[in-house]
């Protein structure tokens, strides 16, 4: 990555972006939204149908969900960084294949490379695998710290996850709880609070 990697560059890449075939059969492409100096991201799986028709990440219930579990640490949504492995919405939801993903990393590089965030939040399996490699097992590895670069990376469970068993949710808020000590740690979770 170099200095000629631009905001403007990475929409125009996602916008003509075919490298897979997922690009076919969508109304939008979600290449995700939020603070673009975030020291927070968020990245989750794959656009749902409401993110399809909006063109925006984490829209839908999913996406409701997660706005809530970033008020109960006290976190406004605008202020961190969301965006999905895939910016395209995979047939009927289903889980992105590992070859689309894998296109798809490009654009996630690029992001990740403009917001320069300090922590990375992973939400589900997916985003997990496509970021820290197979062998992750999100229940097993969930809530475990990853440092890479200076950047700390951890998963935790997709919200839709959440909404289908919410005997998962007192962990995902343990998980949450990790988040903002390391921000604290990092001395960037009162600037977070702070209005613009």
């Known amino acids: 990555m170099n200095d000629q990697i631009t905001w403007e560059l990475f929409e125009r ?3 003509a ?4 075939p997922l690009c076919q059969h969508i109304l939008h ?4 939204q939020g603070d673009r100096n975030a020291p927070l991201m968020l990245i989750g799986e794959g656009p749902g149908q409401v993110e399809d028709e909006q063109g925006l ?3 839908g219930p999913a996406g409701q969900l997660l706005t809530k579990m970033l008020a109960a640490i006290q976190l406004p949504r605008e202020r961190v960084y969301i965006c999905n492995i895939v910016k395209c919405r995979p047939p009927h939801n289903r889980i ?8 798809c990393k490009i654009h996630l590089r690029m992001q990740t490379y403009l917001v320069r965030p300090r922590v990375i939040l992973l939400l589900g399996a997916t985003a997990a695998k496509g970021v820290l490699g197979d062998q992750v097992r999100i229940t097993r590895d969930r809530g475990i710290w990853t ?5 700390w990376i951890m998963p935790t469970y997709h919200p839709s996850a959440l909404l289908r068993d919410p005997a998962k949710k007192s962990e995902a808020w343990e998980d949450l709880k990790q988040v903002r ?3 604290t740690e990092l ?3 009162t600037d977070l609070l702070k209005e613009e």
């Open 13 to 15: 890449q996602v916008a």
């Open 17 to 20: 972006c075919n490298l897979c």
């Open 29 to 32: 492409k979600v290449p995700g």
């Open 57 to 59: 990440a984490f829209v």
């Open 96 to 103: 992105p294949t590992p070859e689309e993903a894998e296109a």
């Open 147 to 151: 440092e890479r670069k200076g950047v």
């Open 181 to 183: 000590r390391k921000l």
């Open 187 to 189: 001395g960037l979770y």
